[in-house]
């Protein structure tokens, strides 16, 4: 490793068919038709189709790749590949290797078994998977995988990249029409940016094959708070131990080799809990390698006897993990969109960009809510540690007061660079940013880009993008359609923005959105407040939000239909695999503990009265008895909860409609869990540990 990592530019992207390496392996004609499909989406001819795979097989090849999948993001949230080899016959017991244009540009995948909402009957198995040429060719192992789409026979979109692909062409048409108003002519291109945060946590292998609910659902469905956990708020930021440390290295080699810019990596607040961030890069491409991230550290882990842990809430009592979103516009020329420059109260464009987001943000705060619900990321959102179910924006004092001087017709007056002077004559002052950060906002604004700290840790953030992506898109057409019929445009331009913020401005909250009192201002204010997924995935089908999807050709009804009928049905599967499991490990597990502990106690009790018989002395057997009965009455109780959970998923399986499903489920069967839990994390308590089955919090969180 200390070899491969000693030249990490020439590491870096070294299994990626990059645009270098299709400039080295192509004909410059074929080169440069590749590039235009890539930069303005013409369509790539047959025969330059056959020149890039002949190219990419034998780069692929010369890298020790024996297999070719069409690699795609089907409704599952995970990826999905079948793999192909390269070797076809040729006679004479001979085989050849060969990859044609065919090949690359289309795949045939079996549809049925995908997550489709109805879109599909089992036996219409036929599907399509689709080469995308913006997000590069890359090699795992010994394959070549090539992003693509994935839609059914009839052409109904079964995956998630087509609609973020959609998404990302709504957004450049209308943002194009803004630029073009402030005279900017020569970007041909705006596309959105994303830099996604990924947290996660590392147990011992050992220990996360010792708990069955680890290996089914991904998170402890049992366990007593231990003694320490993050009160000390020691592990922040703390020093990475050695085996972490090894294991990150390996990361980073092996996601730099995939061109995936793995810039920063620190522990998180609770134990064993760490995060790794990218830079920006381009959102489909962000998307394919948060994907890929999220693979390769469950990989990487494996191979240093450690078990990664991706789900939003794996632990009880500590910390969840999420998955912060860092969205922003930017021209092929390099200019973000959202920067406010050294003067924003004068940087008009930047304002008109700054409040279609915010108009955005507030007209379409509901599917944006859609797009972080999942069984998961409900323990999360709402807790002191991630931002609530309610939608707000966050844009820190010297937006805000720009804004309020707009909107009021006073002259802003900027204070100028502020400093930081320690007092230490040794230490430099140091400039201050003009807006501090604010940790419990789910939509951020961080000096050039927001910053949507919703989404779940282990979630695809394709749908959180192109929600974004086509809400944004819709405002700016708006705007376009009032600004390109103004005489005076940029008086025109500047009501534009006044009038925006007075009638968004309540999605705007600067302050703590932890705090008890501000769901209540909120609901003051309009805003909405879904705290679980059954409350929130049904407004997909509001008409508006299909309206808006339809309107910019992201999604059919058809489409939308279905995908909230496969989000509702994932939650109700998820929370029923959970609750089964529970079950499984309260009754063959849990109860035969507790019960043979309380015969030791009972058996100890026993000889300890017979020994003070004998010898005619006093030996107090009030631990024992006392443990017993309280053994006796929670096992009495865990019992009985058992049968309540058992009753209730009897209940939710006889339910059809999956709305009405999924809202039982996370109303009676969800209470169910809770109850039981109780029980036995209490009986974790008093149980010995050599009868206890499973690791405890303490044996997870601090064992490695």
Same mark, same amino acid.
């Given at each position: 490793?200390?070899?491969?990592?000693?030249?990490?530019?020439?590491?870096?992207?070294?299994?990626?068919?990059?645009?270098?390496?299709?400039?080295?392996?192509?004909?410059?004609?074929?080169?440069?038709?590749?590039?235009?499909?890539? =930069?303005?989406?013409?369509?790539?001819?047959?025969?330059?189709?056959?020149?890039?795979?002949?190219? !990419?097989?034998?780069?692929?090849?010369?890298?020790?790749?024996?297999?070719?999948?069409?690699?795609?993001?089907?409704?599952?949230?995970?990826?999905?590949?079948?793999?192909?080899?390269?070797?076809?016959?040729?006679?004479?017991?001979?085989?050849?290797?060969?990859?044609?244009?065919?090949?690359?540009?289309?795949?045939?995948?079996?549809?049925?078994?995908?997550?489709?909402?109805?879109?599909?009957?089992?036996?219409?198995?036929?599907?399509?998977?689709?080469?995308?040429?913006?997000?590069?060719?890359?090699?795992?192992?010994?394959?070549?995988?090539?992003?693509?789409?994935?839609?059914?026979?009839?052409?109904?979109?079964?995956?998630?990249?087509?609609?973020?692909?959609?998404?990302?062409?709504?957004?450049?048409?209308?943002?194009?029409?803004?630029?073009?108003?402030?005279?900017?002519?020569?970007?041909?291109?705006?596309?959105?940016?994303?830099?996604?945060?990924?947290?996660?946590?590392?147990?011992?292998?050992?220990?996360?094959?010792?708990?069955?609910?680890? /290996?089914?659902?991904?998170?402890?469905?049992?366990?007593?708070?231990?003694?320490?956990?993050?009160?000390?708020?020691?592990?922040?930021?703390?020093?990475?131990?050695?085996?972490?440390?090894?294991?990150?290295?390996?990361?980073?080699?092996?996601?730099?080799?995939?061109?995936? /810019?793995?810039?920063?990596?620190?522990?998180?607040?609770?134990?064993?809990?760490?995060?790794?961030?990218?830079?920006?890069?381009?959102?489909?491409?962000?998307?394919?390698?948060?994907?890929?991230?999220?693979? &390769?550290?469950?990989?990487?882990?494996?191979?240093?006897?450690?078990?990664?842990?991706?789900?939003?809430?794996?632990?009880?009592?500590?910390?969840?993990?999420?998955?912060?979103?860092?969205?922003?516009?930017?021209?092929?020329?390099?200019?973000?969109?959202?920067?406010?420059?050294?003067?924003?109260?004068?940087?008009?464009?930047? /304002?008109?960009?700054?409040?279609?987001?915010?108009?955005?943000?507030?007209?379409?705060?509901?599917?944006?809510?859609?797009?972080?619900?999942?069984?998961?990321?409900?323990?999360?959102?709402?807790?002191?540690?991630?931002?609530?179910?309610?939608?707000? !924006?966050?844009?820190?004092?010297?937006?805000?007061?720009?804004?309020?001087?707009?909107?009021?017709?006073?002259?802003?007056?900027?204070?100028?660079?502020?400093?930081?002077?320690?007092?230490?004559?040794?230490?430099?002052?140091? +400039?201050?940013?003009?807006?501090?950060?604010?940790?419990?906002?789910?939509?951020?604004?961080?000096?050039?880009?927001?910053?949507?700290?919703?989404?779940?840790?282990?979630?695809?953030?394709?749908?959180?993008? !192109?929600?974004?992506?086509?809400?944004?898109?819709?405002? &700016?057409?708006?705007?376009?359609?009032?600004?390109?019929?103004?005489?005076?445009?940029?008086?025109?331009?500047?009501?534009?923005?006044?009038?925006?913020?007075?009638?968004?401005?309540?999605?705007?909250?600067?302050?703590?959105?932890?705090?008890?009192?501000?769901?209540?201002?909120?609901?003051?204010?309009?805003?909405?407040?879904?705290?679980? =997924?059954?409350?929130?995935?049904?407004?997909?089908?509001?008409?508006?939000?299909?309206?808006?999807?339809?309107?910019?050709?992201?999604?059919?009804?058809? #489409?939308?239909?279905?995908?909230?009928?496969? &989000? &509702?049905?994932?939650?109700?599967?998820?929370?029923?695999?959970?609750?089964?499991?529970?079950?499984? !490990?309260?009754?063959?597990?849990?109860?035969?503990?507790?019960?043979?502990?309380?015969?030791?106690?009972?058996?100890?009790? /026993?000889?300890?009265?017979?020994?003070?018989?004998?010898?005619?002395?006093?030996?107090?057997?009030?631990? #024992?008895?006392?443990?017993?009965?309280?053994?006796?009455?929670?096992?009495?109780?865990?019992?009985?909860?058992?049968?309540?959970?058992?009753?209730?998923?009897?209940?939710?399986?006889?339910?059809?409609?999956?709305?009405?499903?999924?809202?039982?489920?996370?109303?009676?069967?969800?209470?169910?869990?809770?109850?039981?839990?109780?029980?036995?994390?209490?009986?974790?308590?008093?149980?010995?540990?050599?009868?206890?089955?499973? +690791? =405890?919090?303490?044996?997870?969180?601090?064992?490695?």
């Amino acid at each position: 490793m200390e070899e491969s990592m000693a030249n990490i530019p020439e590491l870096f992207g070294s299994n990626v068919f990059s645009d270098a390496v299709m400039r080295d392996k192509l004909p410059k004609d074929a080169y440069k038709a590749l590039r235009k499909t890539i =930069t303005t989406g013409a369509k790539l001819n047959p025969d330059v189709a056959n020149a890039v795979a002949a190219a !990419m097989k034998d780069w692929a090849i010369e890298k020790g790749a024996t297999h070719f999948t069409h690699w795609f993001q089907p409704m599952t949230g995970i990826t999905a590949e079948k793999h192909d080899s390269f070797i076809e016959p040729v006679g004479d017991g001979k085989v050849i290797m060969q990859f044609t244009g065919k090949n690359l540009i289309q795949g045939e995948p079996d549809a049925s078994s995908f997550p489709s909402g109805g879109l599909r009957a089992t036996f219409e198995a036929r599907g399509y998977t689709a080469w995308d040429p913006t997000s590069p060719a890359f090699i795992k192992e010994d394959t070549l995988c090539i992003p693509t789409a994935f839609a059914s026979y009839g052409g109904e979109v079964l995956d998630k990249k087509t609609p973020l692909l959609r998404s990302m062409e709504a957004l450049n048409t209308q943002a194009l029409r803004i630029l073009r108003l402030f005279g900017n002519s020569d970007a041909k291109t705006v596309g959105t940016t994303v830099g996604p945060e990924q947290e996660y946590f590392l147990v011992n292998q050992s220990l996360f094959d010792q708990r069955p609910d680890l /290996l089914l659902t991904g998170r402890t469905l049992f366990g007593a708070k231990p003694p320490k956990g993050q009160e000390l708020e020691d592990h922040y930021f703390g020093v990475i131990k050695t085996r972490v440390k090894e294991f990150m290295n390996e990361l980073d080699e092996e996601l730099w080799k995939l061109g995936i /810019l793995s810039k920063t990596e620190h522990n998180e607040v609770a134990p064993a809990q760490h995060e790794i961030a990218p830079i920006f890069t381009t959102t489909n491409v962000a998307c394919d390698q948060n994907q890929l991230t999220m693979e &390769l550290i469950k990989k990487v882990a494996a191979r240093h006897d450690l078990a990664a842990l991706l789900h939003e809430k794996p632990f009880a009592g500590v910390n969840g993990s999420g998955k912060h979103n860092n969205w922003s516009m930017a021209t092929d020329l390099g200019e973000n969109l959202l920067e406010p420059g050294k003067t924003p109260a004068e940087n008009l464009q930047f /304002l008109v960009f700054l409040t279609a987001v915010v108009k955005a943000v507030d007209v379409y705060a509901d599917l944006l809510r859609v797009s972080s619900a999942t069984a998961g990321n409900d323990h999360r959102l709402g807790a002191n540690e991630a931002p609530p179910a309610i939608i707000s !924006m966050f844009l820190g004092s010297q937006l805000s007061e720009i804004l309020d001087k707009i909107e009021s017709g006073e002259l802003y007056s900027d204070p100028g660079k502020s400093w930081w002077d320690s007092g230490v004559a040794v230490l430099p002052p140091l +400039p201050k940013d003009n807006t501090d950060r604010n940790r419990t906002s789910p939509f951020a604004f961080t000096g050039n880009k927001f910053e949507f700290r919703a989404v779940g840790s282990a979630q695809s953030i394709s749908c959180t993008n !192109m929600v974004l992506n086509t809400a944004v898109a819709e405002i &700016l057409g708006q705007f376009a359609d009032v600004l390109e019929t103004a005489d005076d445009f940029k008086a025109v331009a500047s009501a534009l923005v006044k009038d925006t913020y007075t009638a968004h401005k309540r999605i705007i909250f600067n302050g703590n959105a932890y705090a008890s009192e501000w769901p209540v201002e909120a609901q003051a204010r309009g805003l909405s407040n879904y705290r679980s =997924t059954p409350e929130a995935l049904p407004h997909y089908l509001d008409a508006a939000n299909v309206q808006l999807l339809r309107k910019h050709g992201v999604l059919s009804e058809v #489409e939308v239909e279905s995908r909230t009928e496969v &989000l &509702l049905e994932n939650y109700a599967k998820v929370i029923i695999i959970e609750a089964q499991t529970m079950l499984q !490990m309260a009754k063959v597990d849990i109860l035969p503990a507790a019960s043979a502990y309380s015969e030791t106690l009972a058996e100890t009790a /026993l000889k300890k009265r017979k020994l003070a018989g004998k010898a005619d002395i006093v030996i107090s057997t009030a631990y #024992e008895e006392s443990a017993v009965a309280k053994i006796s009455a929670i096992s009495a109780s865990l019992y009985s909860n058992i049968d309540a959970l058992e009753t209730a998923l009897i209940e939710a399986r006889g339910i059809e409609d999956a709305e009405v499903a999924a809202k039982y489920i996370g109303d009676t069967v969800v209470e169910k869990m809770n109850d039981l839990r109780v029980d036995a994390d209490t009986l974790e308590t008093i149980v010995a540990k050599d009868y206890w089955p499973y +690791p =405890t919090y303490s044996d997870l969180l601090f064992g490695v």
